[in-house]
C-alpha cells in the first residue's frame, strides 16, 4: 500500500523531503525544513484568503461544495429545517448532539432567562443617530456587553463560557429589535418569555400598543427556518474573524463584535441587502437583460450569486425559496419574486455563470422573505446575525479547548525596502 507521505524535490538543491499526509492535509510547518542554506527561514506556503488552508481541525459543520451538501454535527440541512426548531438546533451545535427533552428544556430555561439587558444599553443605543445602520449599532452593542460583563474574561472556565454563551444567544435579539426600534423612534419592547425564541424576536420588532403579541405561526416558523438555515456555515469570513480575534483570549464579547463587523460586508452578510437593492435597480423583468449584459462585462455583480465553498446549488437557496412561497400565503407575493425568479433562470443558462459555477446562495431569496414579513432592508444582515451567534460561539468553543490552536498570526512574505537610512527632512525631495 502507497504510504501516506508527499515527496517533494527541491529542484534548487536537488534534495528531496517526506511530508506526511494526514486527513488529505499536510502541515504548513513540515515545509520549514526545506533550505537552501542552513541559515534560510525554511520554505511557507503563499495563499491569500486562504483558498486552500485549513485554519483548524473542526467537529461542527461538514460542507461539500460541489455535492452542494450542508449538515450540522452530521445532521442534513434539509432534515433539521423540516423538523427540528432553531434552539433544539442551536443546542445541537454547541454540544453536538441533538438535545433530550429535558435537555431542551433546561437550555431553553436558561435562554430565556437572559433575554433582558442592562438598562443603560438602551442608552447606549438611544444615542446613536436616528438613520445609524442596525448592525453598526449591533456591533457595538455586542462590544460594550464585555463591560458589563467583566467575569467573561475567564475564559479558561467551562461553566463560565457556557454562561456567556447562554447570554449571548438570548441577548443579541433583544438588542437586535432595539436598533430596529431606534431607528423607528418606537418605545422599546422587552422580551416576553411566554414567546418562542423567533416569536419573542418578532414580538420585540413588531409590537404596538396590543397588551400581548401573538406572532403569525407561518411567520413564526418560517423565520425559525432561517435561523436554522444561518446558524453555521464553518470556517467564513465572520467565523474566521471571531475565532482569529478568539485566539487572543479575549472575551467572546469582543471577539463577537468582530465577527459582527466581519458579516456586515457586502461580500458576505450584506449580500441579502444588497440582492434586495439589485432588484429593485432592475425593476421588472425587462430589466434583466441589461443587468446580465452589464454583469458579463465586470460592471456589476449578481448579487446573491456565487460562493467560496459551493460550486453548485446552495443547499440552504432551496429551502429559502421553498419558505418564500409560505410566506407570501400569507402576505401576499412579493412583487420583486418575479424578477428573482427569472434572472435565476436567465443566469442558470448563461455561459458566464455556468462555466464559473456560479449558482444562487442563501442570500438571494432571504431578503425577500424579510421584506414580506416587515423587516426594513437594513435589518438584513442583523438578522444573520442573530442565527450566526450560536455557531461563532460553537466554534470559538472549540477553539478554546483545542490544544493545538495558538495566537492566530499569518507570516508574510515582505515585498518593502531593504535596510535604508533615515533622511532629514531638509534632504528629501
Ligand atoms: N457576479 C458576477 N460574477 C461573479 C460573481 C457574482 N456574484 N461571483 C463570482 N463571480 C466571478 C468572478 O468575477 C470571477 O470571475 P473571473 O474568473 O472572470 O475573474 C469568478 O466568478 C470567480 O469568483 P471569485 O471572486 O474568485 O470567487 P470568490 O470565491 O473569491 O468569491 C463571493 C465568492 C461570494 C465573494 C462572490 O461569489 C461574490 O462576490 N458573490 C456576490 C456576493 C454574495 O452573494 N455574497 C454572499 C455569499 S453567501
Known amino acids: 500500500m502507497a504510504n501516506d507521505t508527499l515527496t517533494i524535490t527541491d529542484n534548487r538543491t536537488g534534495k528531496s523531503y517526506e511530508v506526511p499526509i494526514n486527513e488529505g492535509t499536510i502541515r504548513a510547518i513540515d515545509l520549514r525544513k526545506i533550505k537552501v542554506e542552513d541559515t534560510d527561514f525554511g520554505l511557507m506556503t503563499y495563499d491569500p484568503a486562504f483558498t486552500n488552508t485549513a485554519s483548524c481541525r473542526s467537529s461542527i459543520t461538514f460542507i461539500d461544495g460541489d455535492a452542494g451538501i450542508l449538515r450540522y454535527r452530521g445532521y442534513p440541512i434539509e432534515q433539521l429545517a423540516e423538523k427540528a426548531s432553531y434552539l433544539e438546533v ?5 454540544h453536538g448532539e441533538l438535545p433530550t427533552a429535558s435537555q431542551l428544556k433546561e437550555w431553553s430555561f436558561w435562554i430565556t432567562n437572559h433575554t433582558m439587558v442592562h438598562e443603560n444599553l438602551k442608552t447606549q443605543i438611544d444615542a446613536f443617530h436616528h438613520d445609524a445602520h442596525p448592525m453598526g449599532m449591533l456591533c457595538s452593542s455586542i462590544a460594550s456587553l464585555s463591560t458589563f460583563y467583566p467575569d467573561a474574561r475567564n475564559i479558561g472556565n467551562e461553566a463560565n463560557r457556557l ?3 447562554y447570554r449571548l444567544v438570548a441577548k443579541v435579539p433583544t438588542l437586535a ?3 430596529y426600534r431606534h431607528t423607528k423612534g418606537y418605545p422599546y419592547v422587552y422580551p416576553d418569555n411566554d414567546l418562542s425564541y423567533s416569536g419573542n424576536f418578532l414580538n420585540m420588532m413588531f409590537k404596538m400598543s396590543e397588551l400581548k ?3 403569525d405561526p407561518v411567520l413564526e416558523r418560517a423565520l425559525d427556518v432561517l435561523f436554522i438555515l444561518h446558524a453555521d456555515h464553518e470556517q467564513n469570513c465572520s467565523t474566521n474573524a471571531m475565532r482569529s ?8 464579547y469582543s471577539a463577537m463584535a468582530a465577527a459582527i463587523a466581519a458579516l456586515y460586508g457586502p461580500l458576505h452578510g450584506g449580500a441579502n441587502e444588497q440582492v434586495l437593492r439589485m432588484l429593485a435597480e432592475i425593476g421588472s423583468p425587462a430589466g434583466i437583460p441589461d443587468y446580465i449584459a452589464k454583469v458579463k462585462t465586470g460592471e456589476k455583480k449578481l448579487m446573491g450569486f456565487g460562493h467560496r465553498v459551493y460550486k453548485n446549488y446552495d443547499p440552504r437557496a432551496k429551502l429559502v425559496r421553498d419558505t418564500a412561497y409560505q410566506v407570501f400565503e400569507v402576505k401576499g407575493r412579493n412583487p420583486l419574486l418575479d424578477i428573482a425568479l427569472e434572472l435565476e433562470k436567465v443566469a442558470l443558462h448563461e455561459d458566464y455563470f455556468v462555466s464559473r459555477k456560479l449558482y444562487p446562495n442563501v442570500d438571494f431569496y432571504s431578503g425577500l422573505i424579510y ?5 426594513p432592508v437594513d435589518m438584513f444582515p442583523v438578522l444573520f446575525a442573530i442565527p450566526r451567534t450560536i455557531g461563532w460561539l460553537a466554534q470559538w468553543n472549540e477553539m478554546v ?3 493545538e490552536q495558538k495566537i492566530a498570526r499569518p507570516r508574510q512574505i515582505y515585498t518593502g525596502y531593504d535596510s535604508r537610512d533615515y533622511v532629514a527632512i531638509e534632504h528629501r525631495d
Do not use: C, E, R, W
Open 177 to 179: 429589535a432595539f436598533t
Open 371 to 375: 421584506q414580506s414579513m416587515g423587516f
Open 163 to 165: 454562561k456567556q454563551i
Open 90 to 94: 442551536a443546542y445541537l451545535i454547541l
Open 213 to 215: 403579541h401573538s406572532p
Open 245 to 252: 480575534v478568539g485566539s487572543s483570549q479575549v472575551d467572546p
Open 401 to 403: 479547548q483545542d490544544s
